[in-house]
């Protein structure tokens, strides 16, 4: 696998997560490059200590970084793969790559790997929580990432195909920290929001997960009252789409990440708002 890919792992602060995700990768016996955005804990330590090839640097935005890590890391693979430091492969996906890519089509040019998310313990299986699908593994040389605030996705030249298997995402640093982050995303969806006005078009490089969710939101979500679609959306979410069969992880997960989340950004909108108003 040595001579076919390579793997990228963006990095931040990540000492807890980075341990489990560089135990699954190293099962792949190929090189690991961390991306670290200057963490003050023993991330890069950690890394190090690996065998990873470690980067230390400042980007603005996680689109910067990962086109700066696109184009500037030395990956001579015929094959790039990314995987956050929160994240782990499944055995399963491990045998997948190995038997793949030596045999893959020279027409495709990425695949997508499913995603399961894990909170407080429990795999989030509904509530529209899974598949996730997401372009993670593309020809060196064929791909660059959307350059947005947030809800960034990879552009490919060449077909993309479905991977069977799973990546897990299961952070580690517990409640606070995900609420910290996601107070952070609201802040990055309201620049976005700004800085484009809602567009309602979609790349069409973009796979049909990730479209049908970005069209449905300009077109759909924000177009219903501020505050009200939140309460709307967590309805849709935890009774529509089943997220009350996720036990008691899901009822927090599916009220945070589907009701407060939703309803922190329109109140951020609406401070705006309001200040301009004066």
């Known amino acids: 696998m040595k001579d076919l890919l390579s793997v990228y792992i963006p990095t ?41 090839e470690v980067v230390t640097g400042s980007w603005s935005t996680f689109s910067d970084k990962m086109n700066w890590a696109i184009s500037e890391l030395p990956i001579k693979t015929p094959w790039t793969l990314r995987i956050d430091a929160d994240e782990w492969m499944t055995d399963e996906l491990i045998v997948e790559l190995k038997s793949k890519l030596r045999d893959s089509p020279e027409e495709v040019g990425a695949y997508s790997i499913n995603r399961r998310v894990y909170f407080l313990k429990r795999w989030i299986r509904h ?89 449905m939101k300009a077109n759909l979500y924000y177009r219903f009252p501020k505050f009200w679609r939140a309460l709307f959306f967590w309805i849709y979410r935890y009774f529509f789409k089943l997220g009350f069969l996720d036990g008691i992880p899901g009822l927090i997960y599916h009220t945070l990440h589907g009701f407060w989340f939703r309803f922190l950004i329109d109140s951020k909108l609406y401070e705006i708002e309001n200040n301009k108003q004066k």
């Open 127 to 215: 509530g529209g929580m899974y598949p996730l699908w997401g372009v993670r593994l593309w020809r060196t040389g064929r791909a660059r990432c959307e350059v947005r605030e947030l809800d960034e996705h990879m552009e490919i030249i060449g077909r993309i195909e479905n991977l069977q298997h799973d990546i897990v995402d299961e952070g580690r640093r517990g409640l606070t920290h995900w609420v910290q982050k996601h107070n952070q995303y609201a802040d990055a969806e309201i620049r976005e929001i700004l800085r484009v006005q809602q567009p309602t078009d979609s790349s069409n490089t973009l796979i049909h997960q990730a479209a049908k969710k970005r069209w």
């Open 12 to 52: 931040l602060n990540e000492e807890i997560n980075l341990p489990q995700c560089l135990a699954s990768v190293s099962k792949l016996g190929v090189t690991v490059y961390v991306v670290d955005s200057n963490s003050t804990d023993r991330t890069v330590e950690i890394a190090k200590a690996a065998g990873c």
